[in-house]
C-alpha cells in the first residue's frame, strides 16, 4: 500500500478506500436493521455482498474520473505546495463528509420505503420545498448535521494517523508515469458504464437482499435515467392486434356493447338499468390509509373509530386494492380507471390533457367538478393534471389564510380541508347544479403533525397519531355535512390513494397494497360489505353504476356490484414492476421483458413461483400494454357529447 501511495495516482486508492468502507459500512447497519425480513442464507449473503461489491466499484469509479485528469495534469511543484497539501486534505475531509451524509440519508429513505434511493429520490429533488420542509420538521436537524460532522472528524483524525495522506502528499511522479496510470484507471469507469445496469441485481427471491446489493448513489443515477419507460421497450409484448382483441374479450360484461370493430377503439356503450340518479359525490381520498389500520379490518390499537362506525353504514369493500405506491398513481387510477403504466404516473406525465375521466363524463350531465388539495396543488404536476381535465382547483395558495388554522409543509390540516370542502359544496348546491370533489388529504404523510387537543396521541409522533386525527376530522366532516341542505342527496366516498408502506419479502407484497372504500349516505346507500376482489380502477364505473347512468366509457374498470366471480382481479405495481392479480394467483412484467408467475399465500404473504400460464401471462401483457398504447397514441381523451 505504501508503494501504491507513493505514487501520485495513489490518491485516487485512497478515494476507493474511503468509499468503499462507507458503503460496506452503510450497508451492515441496514443489514443489521432489516434482518428479520432478510433471507439469511450464508450464499445469499455472499451474492449480496459481492454484487454490492461491484456495484460500489462501479459507482466509486465514476467519481474518480475528474480527479484522476486533475492529478494527472497539475504540475508536480503544484501538488508539493503547502497550499496544495491543505486543500487535498479538506477535500478528502469533505468527501467523507459527503458519504457519510449521504449514507445517514440512505438510512431515512430505507426506513420510509425499504430500498435504495429510487425514482421518488429522483423526484423528491425536483419539489425542493416540500421535502426540505418535510425533512425540517421531521428530524432535528441541527443535531442530525452536527453529529455527522463528529462523527467525521474522528474518522478523518484516524485516517490520518494512519499517515496514509501524508505518504501520497509527499509523492513524485513524472508525466509519463501520471498519464499512463490515470489511462489505467480510466478503463473502470469506462467498462463498468458500458457493461452494468442495475437491473442485474439478482432478486435473490427476497426484496430485501436485492435492494441491500445495490449502492444507493449508483441507484439515484439509474432511477434518474429510467425514471420513464416505454412499454414496448422493456415489457414482454404480443402483437398490438392481439392484444387488443384479448383486451375486447376482457371487458367484455352483460350490460357492456363495443360501439366500434376498430381494434384499438374499447369505446363500450355502458347501459345500467333504473332511473337515473343525481346523486352528489365527495370523494376523500385519504393519503396513506393501509387497510391494516382500519379496527373493522383487524387492527386492535382503536386509531379509527369514526370509519369502524360507517364499515356498519356503507357500501365498505374489504378486498380493495391500490395500484400502486404514491399519490399520483391512486389519482391515476380512481379518476382515469385505468392501470398504471411503467415509469412516471399520467398525472406527471406530458400529454395528459383532455383525457376520458370519471369527470369529464359526470360534466357531461352538467355536474361542477372540483379538486381539493390541502397542499400546494403544483406538487406532483397535480393542479396541471386536473385543471387541464376539466376540474376547478382549490389548493392552499387559493384560499385566504384566514382559512387556514394550522399546517405543516405539506398542506393545511384535513379539517381545514374539508371546511374547503363544504364551503365548495354550498356554493354548487346554491348554484343548483349537482357536484363532485376530489378531496385529498395530506395530514397523514410525515412529519405527521395536526392540531393539538384533537386526540388523545399528541402530535408529531408517529403515523398512528396521524391516522387517528384524520378519522377525527373525517367524523367532524360527516357531523357538519349532516346538517346540510345537499346531505340527503350526497354520496361520501372515503377511499385511500396508496398504503402507508407497500414494502415487503416479494417482489409485489400483495398485502401492502390493501386499502379501505367506503360509500356512505344513510338515505342512499343499503350498508353491506362486498368482497369481490377489485383496485382502484374499478372506482369509476361503480359510482356511476350507482347512479344507474348509461353512458360511452373507455374505462378499463367494472363495476364492482355487477362483477362476477371471473370478472374479479386485482392491478397493484410500482415503478417497473406490473402485476395482476386473480384469486391466489399473480402474475408480474419487469424489465427486460421478464414474465413470471406466482401462487400467492395470503396467510404467509409470501410468492412461489409457479408454473407459467401462458393464457393468464398474455392476459395480463394485453392489460398493461393496451393501456400505454391508448396513452401514448392519444386514444383515451374525452369523448365528445353527441
Not at 458503503?23 to 443489521?32: D, N, P, Q, Y
Not at 433471507?39 to 455482498?49: E, N, S, T, Y
Not at 421531521?138 to 495522506?165: D, E, N, Q, R
Not at 409522533?461 to 378519522?471: E, F, Q, S
Request: net charge positive.
Amino acid at each position: 500500500m505504501r508503494k501504491l501511495l507513493s505514487h501520485r495516482l495513489g490518491g485516487v486508492a485512497l478515494f476507493y478506500v474511503i468509499f468503499l468502507a462507507v458503503a460496506l459500512g452503510i450497508r451492515l447497519v441496514l443489514l443489521f436493521h432489516s434482518w428479520r425480513n432478510m433471507d439469511l442464507h450464508p450464499l445469499k449473503l455472499a451474492g449480496v455482498f459481492a454484487y454490492s461489491f461491484l456495484f460500489d466499484l462501479a459507482t466509486a469509479s465514476c467519481f474518480t474520473i475528474p480527479m484522476i485528469l486533475y492529478l494527472a495534469l497539475l504540475p508536480q511543484r503544484w501538488f508539493a505546495s503547502r497550499v496544495h497539501r491543505f486543500l487535498s486534505a479538506t477535500f478528502y475531509f469533505v468527501c467523507l463528509y459527503g458519504l457519510i451524509f449521504v449514507a445517514a440519508a440512505e438510512w431515512f429513505f430505507w426506513e420510509e420505503f425499504s430500498a435504495r434511493f429510487n425514482f421518488i429520490a429522483v423526484d423528491y429533488l425536483v419539489y425542493t420545498t416540500e421535502v426540505i420542509g418535510n425533512i425540517q420538521e421531521s428530524y432535528p436537524l441541527p443535531l442530525i448535521f452536527s453529529g455527522l460532522f463528529v462523527v467525521t472528524a474522528l474518522l478523518f483524525y484516524g485516517f490520518w494517523k494512519t499517515g496514509c495522506l501524508r505518504i501520497w502528499q509527499q509523492s513524485q511522479s513524472g508525466w509519463r508515469s501520471r498519464w499512463v496510470w490515470a489511462v489505467v484507471l480510466l478503463i473502470p469507469p469506462i467498462f463498468f458504464t458500458l457493461v452494468l445496469n442495475n437491473r442485474q441485481v439478482p432478486e435473490f427471491g427476497n426484496v430485501f437482499n436485492q435492494e441491500l446489493a445495490k449502492d444507493g448513489i449508483y441507484s439515484f443515477f439509474a432511477a434518474y435515467r429510467e425514471n420513464e419507460l416505454s412499454y414496448d421497450r422493456f415489457y414482454p409484448t404480443l402483437d398490438d392486434q392481439v392484444a387488443f382483441g384479448r383486451l375486447r374479450k376482457l371487458l367484455r360484461t352483460d350490460n357492456a356493447q363495443l360501439l366500434s370493430e376498430e381494434p384499438t377503439d374499447i369505446t363500450r356503450s355502458i347501459k345500467n338499468e333504473g332511473e337515473e340518479k343525481r346523486y352528489n359525490v365527495i370523494q376523500i381520498t385519504v393519503e396513506s390509509l393501509s387497510a391494516k389500520f382500519l379496527g373493522a379490518l383487524g387492527n386492535r390499537k382503536h386509531l379509527t373509530p369514526n370509519l369502524d362506525a360507517l364499515a356498519e353504514q356503507s357500501l365498505f369493500f374489504t378486498n380493495f386494492y391500490a395500484t400502486g405506491t404514491r399519490t399520483v398513481r391512486g389519482m391515476e387510477a380512481l379518476v382515469l380507471s385505468l392501470p398504471p403504466t411503467p415509469g412516471q404516473s399520467i398525472v406527471r406525465r406530458p400529454g395528459n390533457e383532455q383525457m376520458f375521466t370519471l369527470g369529464s363524463v359526470l360534466r357531461s350531465r352538467g355536474y361542477d367538478t372540483a379538486f381539493i388539495y390541502g397542499g400546494f396543488g403544483y406538487f406532483d404536476n397535480m393542479n396541471y393534471f386536473f385543471e387541464h381535465n376539466g376540474y376547478k382547483l382549490v389548493d392552499r395558495a387559493s384560499v385566504p389564510k384566514s382559512e387556514i388554522t394550522f399546517g405543516n409543509v405539506w398542506g393545511a390540516c384535513d379539517e381545514d380541508l374539508f371546511n374547503w370542502a363544504l364551503k365548495e359544496a354550498d356554493s354548487s348546491y346554491a348554484k343548483g347544479k349537482p357536484f363532485h370533489h376530489f378531496v385529498m388529504t395530506t395530514s397523514n404523510h410525515r412529519p405527521f403533525t395536526f392540531p393539538g387537543g384533537k386526540i388523545d396521541i399528541p402530535s408529531h409522533t408517529g403515523r398512528h397519531g396521524a391516522v387517528k386525527y384524520t378519522d377525527y376530522a373525517i367524523g367532524e366532516l360527516l357531523r357538519k355535512a349532516r346538517e346540510k341542505p345537499w346531505f340527503t342527496n350526497t354520496l361520501f366516498v372515503i377511499v385511500a390513494d396508496h398504503c402507508a408502506s407497500s414494502a415487503g419479502k416479494t417482489a409485489l407484497p400483495v398485502d401492502g397494497y390493501a386499502i379501505p372504500l367506503f360509500i356512505y349516505n344513510p338515505y342512499l346507500i343499503q350498508p353491506r360489505k362486498v368482497a369481490a376482489l377489485c383496485s382502484q380502477i374499478d372506482f369509476a364505473p361503480t359510482m356511476l353504476g350507482l347512479l344507474n347512468w348509461s353512458y360511452p366509457s373507455r374505462f378499463f374498470g367494472k363495476d364492482i356490484l355487477k362483477m362476477q366471480p371471473s370478472d374479479e382481479r386485482a392491478f397493484i405495481a410500482n415503478y417497473q414492476k406490473l402485476g395482476y392479480l386473480q384469486k391466489n394467483r399473480l402474475a408480474i412484467l419487469q424489465p427486460v421483458r421478464k414474465k413470471n408467475l406466482y401462487q400467492y399465500d395470503h396467510a404467509k404473504e409470501s410468492l412461489v413461483s409457479t408454473t407459467p400460464d401462458e393464457e393468464f401471462l398474455n392476459d395480463t401483457i394485453a392489460y398493461y400494454q393496451t393501456a400505454s398504447y391508448l396513452f401514448t397514441h392519444h386514444l383515451d381523451r374525452e369523448i365528445e357529447a353527441k
